[in-house]
């Protein structure tokens, strides 16, 4: 009859607490050897289930198994150790209510451990336990894995518990566990690096990413991390960085529970994730800078794909408002096809919500917040910032927020394939530097009519900025929205914009809004209000748009109006 190895663990560990008798055995052969020779330790005799081995000689050798092994724990504290497990399994049973660890890699001083050829199985881990310590460990090779195992204790891997910690998982190794924590002391530095096809690091419950220090994780060459929960930058002082790198093969982020908040880049402190060629795919929702004083950075590069089956906040939580979060998409070459797609929410009834510090940047590619055939979500800004170029398939309600189509590199355009919805607090910005809609001046456009969409509602502010010196001519237009439908008026621009450069009349057609019939004279004259009312109001209907205008000053500089009350 056949045992698996979780089971047998089981027993092992059940045996291990009915008995008192166990012993440390020191290794100390400095040229290193085969473990089960008993003159490689001290005592002389070969450690077995119920004996600590401990690895401290001051050198660096390789230690190889010549069958399976069981022992209570395993240290190494001032070695460099290569443990060559020569296809065998080696089983680590130790378990303690008081927080023992089965394995400790730089318990007080630098210990490095490589694990080739064969599995490991333990209990509780811990690489850099106490400050100063330097803790390293190494899994690498298509046979090669670690695993500490779920039991009724659950139990994970401690990756810089108070000192620095080094975890590389290589050319197609494994390393498990249940749940766990890196970087947890202040001035703790961790870094891990899962490099390879198909090498995975996997925690099977929660982690925190940096509880007060900093961690940064490499996910490069077609290497995978998975996680059910991932929290980045727990406390105030905190940061941690995931960098997801598809050189030669597509890397991976995986975040599997689908219940709850799976991902959040920056909880209290600052939570980074950068993706080029590669793939992140969330289950569950995103927050990018949850807490007050957090920040979080999700930027993704060209060649990638975003799969986000939950909502996603950015600049705070699903309740309130938090720290400065921004998403960046960013097509570093959009002429070779590849392209970038940030897919967030698959059901109805999901969003992403943009608080006041929260802001998405596009620089190309293409946002799709799709759940079923012309059917979205809507992108909330409650307050935050949307700017940039490229396509968004997603309605867009614009509550107290800043849009801005365009960027510094001469692409404009931002289109929008469902709605456009502008409350009273919001602001459309649009930059006019030459008279090229796509190079030089911005344009917001709604103008998908399929199924009724590309309808624009307007209310609020326009904000218009003259940049690389050009000055409009008199007939120039600008056509500042296209859309299917236009609803509405800006609160500001009601039939003429006025702004520190001048002035353009405002025409709001049944399908876009155009800027034309420039003018370097502000619409409300430089000189006292008696002139005002002499020069400016000769009958009633002059009067009815002056009035209009004149309430349009109060909103750009004073200097352009008299400050006084109007006298009738």
């Not at 914009?497 to 025409?507: A, L, P, Q």
Request: with cysteine; glycine share 14%.
């Amino acid at each position: 009859m056949k045992i698996s190895a979780l089971v047998l663990m089981g027993l092992l560990f059940t045996i291990l607490n009915c008995s008192g008798f166990a012993d440390d055995y020191s290794w100390n052969n400095p040229s290193g050897g085969i473990f089960g020779d008993p003159n490689n330790w001290i005592p002389e005799s070969v450690p077995e289930l119920y004996d600590a081995a401990l690895f401290t000689l001051p050198a660096t050798y390789a230690v190889t198994l010549d069958g399976p092994r069981y022992n209570s724990r395993i240290g190494v504290d001032g070695s460099n150790v290569t443990l060559n497990l020569d296809g065998y399994e080696y089983f680590l049973v130790y378990s303690s209510e008081a927080g023992g660890r089965a394995a400790i890699v730089g318990e007080y001083g630098q210990g490095g451990l490589s694990v080739i050829n064969g599995g490991v199985y333990s209990k509780d881990v811990s690489f850099g336990q106490f400050s100063d310590a330097v803790g390293s460990l190494i899994v690498s090779g298509s046979n090669t894995s670690w695993t500490a195992w779920q039991d009724d204790g659950w139990h994970g891997a401690w990756i810089g518990e108070d000192g620095d910690a080094n975890l590389s998982i290589l050319d197609n190794a494994w390393f498990r566990h249940g749940h766990g924590l890196s970087a947890f002391g202040e001035n703790s530095n961790v870094v891990v690096d899962v490099n390879g096809l198909d090498s995975e690091w996997y925690v099977d419950g929660q982690f925190d990413m940096s509880v007060y220090g900093k961690t940064t994780v490499n996910i490069t060459n077609g290497g995978r991390v998975r996680a059910n929960l991932l929290n980045m930058a727990d406390e105030s002082g905190s940061s941690a960085q995931i960098n997801i790198i598809g050189e030669n093969q597509e890397s991976e982020l995986s975040l599997e529970s689908s219940q709850e908040d799976s991902l959040t880049l920056g909880l209290h402190g600052a939570g980074v994730v950068h993706i080029e060629g590669s793939k992140l795919f969330n289950a569950g929702r995103m927050v990018i800078a949850a807490e007050p004083g957090s920040s979080g950075l999700l930027e993704v590069h060209e060649g990638s794909w975003v799969d986000c089956w939950g909502s996603v906040a950015i600049g705070g939580t699903f309740e309130k408002a938090g720290g400065v979060g921004h998403l960046s998409i960013i097509d570093d070459d959009r002429d070779n096809g590849f392209g970038i797609d940030f897919t967030p929410t698959s059901a109805e009834g999901q969003y992403m919500l943009v608080w006041p510090q929260g802001t998405i940047t596009m620089d190309g590619g293409v946002i799709e917040l799709e759940y079923d055939s012309w059917l979205a979500n809507p992108i909330i800004l409650q307050g935050g910032t949307l700017e940039g170029h490229g396509m968004i398939w997603a309605h867009v309600e614009n509550h107290g927020g800043l849009v801005a189509p365009g960027d510094d590199q001469g692409w404009k355009l931002l289109e929008i394939g469902y709605n456009y919805t502008q409350d009273s607090n919001g602001t459309l910005k649009i930059e006019i530097g030459g008279r090229d809609m796509v190079s030089q001046h911005s344009q917001l456009q709604v103008n998908n009519s399929s199924n009724g969409y590309g309808v624009v509602s307007l209310d609020g502010m326009l904000d218009v900025t003259l940049t690389n010196d050009f000055v409009p001519g008199y007939d120039d237009e600008f056509t500042i929205i296209s859309a299917g439908t236009i609803n509405g008026t800006f609160s500001n621009a009601v039939t003429k914009y006025v702004f520190e450069d001048g002035s353009f009349d405002v025409i709001y057609n049944t399908d876009s809004v155009v800027l034309t019939h420039y003018s370097t004279e502000p619409a409300c004259p430089k000189y006292p209000l008696a002139d005002i009312n002499k020069d400016c109001v000769v009958d009633l209907a002059d009067f009815v748009i002056f009035a209009s205008e004149w309430l349009n000053c109060n909103l750009v500089p004073e200097s352009y109006c008299s400050g006084e009350p109007l006298i009738l």
